[in-house]
């Protein structure tokens, strides 16, 4: 009996009654979808004249309701019916708990993820709760269910939720994905349906409306929706053409085969249901395993980070180690203390030169993230004050800044700045020219640092007793934080030029 009311009389006088006000709660108008058993009193002989009285509770509750009780009458003991219904519908009970429990796994598993701090999108767990609720919903075959729970005024509060909840958990798992103006659109169908359910829950709970009653409206709903997100996704895939916009524009189209109930709905040309268990299951199953590869690289992707972020961390000490080598604090000293005996406030701005070159180093330890580029140059203008105290006429220093506005990793510029004065211009005997620009196109800032010196080979390595980062260490730091490229070119006895290129991000170097 499927939300309907049933009498049965038997030669006029009634021996049966299902669904009658009073028999179940308040904020039901009726017992849902149940089986139930007739011990006809006196038995039923041939001459016996029975009549069945059935009658529709909802008004949109559709002929379906009178055909399905006239087709499951039933004569046995419940055990035989179980067996029985196992063959017809046990399918839908496989499946739904299926679907359902890999939608339980996947929860479980980004709820773990997420305790310890794995770097992962909402993807999954929107994907998820979308499929609980689909599972659910197919779980619920109320054939089989409803022989096995008695409480049914739930179980069909129960069908009515979780079909109010696909589209919404379907929507905010597409909007992990679609990065167009197609994702107001999307917006609106989540906002909608979410909006619906807790109307609906809020009606039925207070006994203002049956939920029943909304699912006609749920239907449109949906059917509404359908077709916005599929356009969404088709606007999405010519705008955004990605390969994963485009897997789940082709996966959701046949996720759409399940929508085709909707109509069923009405027309009642076939097996409720069965579009919706076709094309939501093989959808689901494509994008279970897309997580599952998502999830795979996404670990992957998370151990590797880590072992950039210790690995810049040894980097970071390392430069900073490589720029206080004991005959660079001596010297930077010595000519203090020479300036100290010819000119006292030379001396003193070099103190403070020389105790914020000292700051910038340590400061270059707690940031594991981009710095402005105004620090990293203040940095720089420390550390070239210092080395033109030593060299003075040898060493020329000149700065083109067209652009300052953005960031980089910290310490990125200044060892190059650094092989630039070491093994470039101070190996001339008659010293050089060391320059630093930058300058700004349309995707990108430039940074430039050349001199005229002696010119060095990247690939051979320094052997002078000192701790060398390597010119491949800045430019996998600035691959890694950042997306930038590092290019050097030298020529022997004309001078090194480095150059760094910085993508922009919406619009600013970040």
């Given at each position: ?396 220093i000149a700065y083109d800044i067209g652009v300052s506005d953005f960031s980089l990793p910290p310490l990125t510029v200044q060892p190059l700045v650094e092989n630039a004065v070491r093994y ?87």
């Amino acid at each position: 009996m499927s939300n309907i009311r049933v009498q049965l009389y038997k030669n006029g006088t009634e021996i049966y009654s299902f669904g009658q006000p009073g028999a179940y709660p308040s904020f039901s108008k009726s017992p849902g979808n149940q089986w139930d058993v007739l011990l006809a009193p006196g038995g039923v002989a041939a001459s016996d004249t029975i009549t069945i009285r059935l009658e529709n509770i909802y008004p949109s509750n559709n002929e379906q309701a009178f055909n399905l009780f006239l087709e499951n009458l039933f004569m046995g003991d419940s055990g035989v019916l179980f067996r029985d219904l196992v063959t017809t519908s046990g399918s839908s009970l496989l499946l739904g708990g299926f679907i359902l429990l890999m939608g339980l796994v996947l929860l479980a598993a980004v709820i773990i993820l997420k305790i310890i701090r794995t770097p992962l999108s909402w993807a999954p767990f929107h994907l998820s709760l979308f499929t609980i609720a689909s599972g659910l919903w197919i779980f619920l075959d109320f054939h089989i269910i409803s022989l096995l729970v008695t409480t049914n005024v739930f179980t069909n509060i129960l069908d009515i939720l979780s079909l109010s909840l696909i589209m919404p958990f379907l929507g905010l798992y597409l909007l992990d994905f679609v990065k167009s103006r197609a994702r107001y659109a999307i917006s609106g169908c989540v906002y909608a349906g979410l909006a619906f359910t807790l109307f609906f829950l809020l009606v039925q709970s207070l006994g203002i409306w049956d939920g029943y009653e909304l699912l006609t409206p749920l239907t449109l709903l949906d059917a509404a929706a359908v077709i916005i997100i599929l356009f969404s996704l088709i606007y999405e895939n010519a705008h955004n053409p990605q390969r994963d916009t485009r897997f789940i524009l082709f996966s959701c189209g046949i996720c759409f085969i399940g929508f085709g109930d909707i109509v069923n709905y009405y027309l009642g040309f076939l097996p409720f249901n069965l579009f919706f268990k076709l094309g939501f299951t093989l959808f689901i199953l494509a994008q279970l395993s897309y997580m599952v590869r998502y999830t795979r690289n996404t670990l992957a992707a998370a151990r590797k980070t880590q072992a950039l972020e210790k690995e810049l961390v040894q980097n970071r000490i390392a430069i900073m180690l490589s720029q206080i080598q004991p005959h660079f604090l001596f010297n930077a000293l010595t000519a203090i203390k020479q300036l100290c005996a010819i000119d006292p406030e030379k001396a003193e701005e070099a103190v403070g030169q020389f105790a914020g070159f000292l700051r910038g180093n340590l400061d270059s330890l707690s940031h594991t993230g981009a710095i402005p580029f105004e620090k990293e140059l203040t940095h720089i203008e420390n550390y070239l004050s210092l080395e033109k105290m030593r060299f003075g006429k040898r060493l020329s220093i000149a700065y083109d800044i067209g652009v300052s506005d953005f960031s980089l990793p910290p310490l990125t510029v200044q060892p190059l700045v650094e092989n630039a004065v070491r093994y470039g211009v101070t190996k001339k005997p008659s010293g050089g020219m060391v320059t630093l620009s930058t300058q700004e196109t349309e995707d990108s800032v430039i940074l430039t640092i050349s001199d005229d010196g002696v010119g060095f080979d990247p690939s051979v390595k320094k052997e002078d007793g000192r701790s060398h980062i390597g010119i491949d260490n800045v430019r996998s730091r600035l691959e890694n934080q950042c997306g930038g490229r590092l290019t050097v070119t030298t020529v022997l006895g004309s001078g090194t030029t480095a150059t760094i290129i910085l993508p922009k991000k919406g619009g600013s170097t970040e």
